[in-house]
Nanobody, 127 residues
Framework: QVQLVESGGGLVQAGGSLRLSCAASGRTLSTYAMGWFRQAPGKERESVAAISRSGGLTYYADSVKGRFTISRDNAKNTVYLQMNSLQPEDTAVYYC????????????????????WGQGTQVTVSS
């Protein structure tokens, strides 16, 4: 059983930056694509970014392209989400998730393709 633990959330002013981390235990992450999702109050959970096992392939939602960067350190069993130029509309609970296997371009934005989830970390961006 894998356990994913997110950290790094907090309160930041618009234009600021945060770096989220997702640490895994119980299973090596290197054999799985990973994703970040977020859920704002009153809204459905949405895909933010995804990364392949090696880190060579990435996906970003249009709303975060050019501002967010997903990366991973397989030696540390950790996935990161660097968030720059944060805006109030980025306010949400951010979740990391483990995919069912290798990066699949048509599925990485689909939360149904992920089978393990962290508990989430709150990101609040003030205007």
């Amino acid at each position: 059983q894998v356990q994913l633990v997110e950290s790094g959330g907090g309160l930041v002013q618009a234009g600021g930056s945060l770096r989220l981390s997702c640490a895994a235990s119980g299973r090596t992450l290197s054999t799985y694509a990973m994703g970040w999702f977020r859920q704002a109050p009153g809204k459905e959970r949405e895909s933010v970014a995804a990364i392949s096992r090696s880190g060579g392939l990435t996906y970003y939602a249009d709303s975060v392209k050019g501002r967010f960067t997903i990366s991973r350190d397989n030696a540390k069993n950790t996935v990161y989400l660097q968030m720059n130029s944060l805006q109030p509309e980025d306010t949400a609970v951010y979740y990391c998730a483990q995919g069912l296997g290798a990066y699949t371009g048509s599925r990485v934005a689909d939360e149904g393709w992920y089978n393990y989830w962290g508990q989430g970390t709150q990101v609040t961006v003030s205007s």
